[in-house]
C-alpha cells in the first residue's frame, strides 16, 4: 500500500483513563503516517464518532487508543458495522486480552503460568477490609481487571498500612487481586506473530507504574533481559502463544514477571496488550528497531494487516 490518495483517520485519546498516552501515542502515529505520505486526520473520539467517521469517510481506521473503549473490543465492533477497515486486533481478541482474568484462563490451556489470583468487587474488597480482612496472603497486588499503564494499581507488602484505597478505582469497578511475584519486570513483543525480543524494566524508585512508565529518566530499559536461555526462551514463546491463540494482529505486547529464587518455575504471565504504548519511552518500537524495524515500518504493518473481520 502506498500513501498516494490514501486517508487515514487516527483515533487518540478518547474517554479511558489512559487519554494522555493514547494523545502522545496518535501524535507519533500522526508523523509518521505524514512521512509515509498519507492523508490523515486526527480524530478525539466521543460519543459522536459514528457521524465523524460518516463524513471524513476514511479508508482506514488507525486506532491509537489504549484502555476503555478503544482497546476493549467496543470500538472496532462499531467500525466492523460500519465496514470500515481498521488497524490492530479484533473485537473478540481485544475483548478477550482486555480482561486479564480471562487472558490467563486460557493462557493456562497452553502451559502459560500465571499468579493465583481472586477477582473482588470494589464493594467486597472494602467490606473484607472494614473486617480486618484480607483477600489472599501478603504480598499481593490489587489492580483493575481492564485497565492498563499500571492505572489504579496497588501493591500489599508486609508492612503496608492502611492497604484499601477506595478512590483509587471505579465504583463498582472488579478488582483482580493477584499474588506477589518478586524478581525482573519484563515485556516480550510480538510483531505479525513472532516474538522479537524480551525487554526487563528496572525503575529506579518503586515499582513499574503510571509514572516510571512515561517518565524520561526513571526506569532503565534492558534489552535484552538478562535473563537464563531457557526462561528468555520461554518468554518469547509465551509471548507468542499469547498473541496467536487470542487471534492477536500486527503487534502485541505481553508483561511478566520473573523470579530467580524460583528457578526455572519463576517465570509468570500477567497480561498481554493488544495496543501498546508507541510513545517516545514505549517498549515496542524500541525494541523493534533493535530488529531493525524502523517505526514507520510499524505503522506500515498495522496499515497493511487493516481489515474488518466479521464481514
Not at 108 to 116: C, D, E, L, T
Request: charged share 25%; net charge negative; hydrophobic share 40%.
Amino acid at each position: 500500500m502506498t500513501g498516494v490518495n490514501k486517508h487515514i483517520v487516527v483515533l487518540m485519546g478518547g474517554l479511558s483513563a489512559e487519554r494522555e498516552v493514547s494523545l502522545v501515542t496518535g501524535r507519533a502515529m500522526v508523523d509518521a503516517l505524514h512521512k509515509l505520505g498519507y492523508m490523515v486526520t486526527a480524530v478525539d473520539p466521543n460519543t459522536d464518532l459514528a457521524l465523524k467517521l460518516s463524513e471524513l469517510k476514511p479508508d482506514i481506521v488507525l486506532n491509537a487508543l489504549h484502555g476503555t473503549y478503544g482497546e476493549d473490543g467496543s470500538i472496532p465492533g462499531l467500525l466492523e458495522v460500519m465496514n470500515i477497515p481498521y488497524t490492530h486486533s479484533g473485537v473478540t481478541a481485544s475483548a478477550i486480552a482486555m480482561d486479564k482474568s480471562k487472558t490467563k484462563a486460557l493462557l493456562r490451556q497452553y502451559g502459560v503460568r500465571s499468579p493465583a489470583e481472586v477477582m473482588l468487587t470494589v464493594d467486597e474488597l472494602e467490606k473484607m477490609a472494614l473486617a480486618g480482612k484480607e483477600p489472599m496472603a501478603r504480598p499481593f497486588v490489587i489492580k483493575p481487571l481492564s485497565e492498563g499503564s499500571s492505572v489504579g494499581v496497588i501493591i500489599v507488602m508486609e508492612g503496608t498500612k492502611d492497604w484499601f484505597h477506595k478512590d483509587k478505582w471505579k465504583q463498582g469497578a472488579r478488582l483482580l487481586v493477584e499474588e506477589y511475584i518478586p524478581g525482573q519486570e519484563l515485556s516480550a513483543v510480538v510483531i505479525r506473530g513472532k516474538a522479537m525480543g524480551v525487554l526487563e524494566l528496572r525503575p529506579r524508585f518503586g515499582f513499574y507504574d503510571y509514572k516510571a512508565k512515561y517518565t524520561d529518566g526513571v526506569t532503565d530499559h534492558i534489552f535484552p533481559a538478562e535473563l537464563p536461555d531457557g526462561v528468555y526462551k520461554a518468554a518469547m514463546e509465551w509471548a507468542a502463544v499469547a498473541h496467536n491463540s487470542l487471534g492477536c494482529r500486527t503487534v502485541s505486547r505481553s508483561d511478566l514477571r520473573f523470579d530467580p529464587t524460583r528457578g526455572a518455575d519463576g517465570l509468570y504471565f500477567l497480561e498481554i496488550n493488544t495496543h501498546p504504548g508507541c510513545t517516545p519511552l514505549s517498549i515496542v518500537p524500541e525494541v523493534a528497531a533493535k530488529q531493525g524495524i524502523s517505526f514507520e515500518q510499524l505503522v506500515g504493518y498495522l496499515l497493511a494487516d487493516a481489515k474488518c473481520e466479521l464481514v
